[in-house]
Each structure stands twice: as C-alpha cells, then as structure tokens.
C-alpha cells in the first residue's frame, strides 16, 4: 500500500487544521492506521490510531481531547482533525499501516509496516 499524507500548513495557536492520509495500491480497510510525528531534533511519536473498522481509537495523553482520528474505508482516506493547536504540536506528521492488527490498536511504530512522507505543521505563538 502507498501513502500520501496532505493537509499540513502554517497555523497560529488555537487554530484547527485537518490532515488527511490517502492510500492507494490496497484497500484501506486491511490495515489499522496510525498519524506519528517528529519535531525538529526529536525521535518520531505517536499521536493517533484507529482501529480496521473505526470502533477504537487510541491517543497520546498530549493530544487527547485536542486531536481525533476517523476513517471513510470508502474513500480509502484517513483523517487527522487538530483543534486547539499548540506551539508543541509543530512537526512533520506521518499516516502509517499496520496489516496485522484489527480491532485493537497500538503506539509502536515498529508494528508499522508502511509509512507515508510527512506532511508539516507549523503552529506559531
């Protein structure tokens, strides 16, 4: 499967940006899919998964409430909705797919077989 990652920008603090993850090559509804980030000088990190079927979702504590991750399998596109952007949320955001999970999720990114190019986000103060 291959993955294309969009949506990133430059937005102030407070606002709202919405990233989509579109795949091709494979339908999406074999993979539970991931968003990862990496700031300047720090290692990648989860920040959201979704389950096969979209009933479970999973968040790092530093986006709860703030992020939210859906899926339209029918569209073959994954969603990453940020609201209440921080300054500490700026970095390069990666969609990634796991094939061997279903309905559970999970925050290694080791369990991810296939990542996209990342898409940047800049939040200013």
């Known amino acids: 499967v291959q993955l294309q990652a969009s949506g990133g920008g430059l937005v102030q603090a407070g606002g709202s940006l919405r990233l989509s993850c579109a795949a091709s090559?494979?339908?999406?509804?074999?993979?539970?899919m991931g968003w990862f980030r990496q700031a300047p000088g720090k290692e990648r990190e989860f920040a959201a998964a979704?389950?096969?079927?979209?009933?479970?979702?999973l968040y790092a504590d530093s986006v709860k409430g703030r992020f939210s991750i859906s899926r339209d399998n029918a569209k073959n596109t994954v969603y990453l909705q940020m609201n209440s952007l921080r300054p500490e949320d700026t970095a390069d955001y990666y969609c990634?797919?796991?094939?061997?999970?279903?309905?559970?999720?999970?925050?290694?990114?080791?369990?991810?077989?296939?990542w996209g190019q990342g898409t940047q986000v800049t939040v200013s103060s």
């Open positions: 990634a797919a796991d094939p061997t999970g279903w309905n559970s999720v999970y925050k290694d990114p080791s369990r991810y077989a296939y």
């Open positions: 090559g494979r339908t999406l509804n074999n993979y539970v």
């Open positions: 979704i389950s096969r079927s979209g009933g479970n979702t």
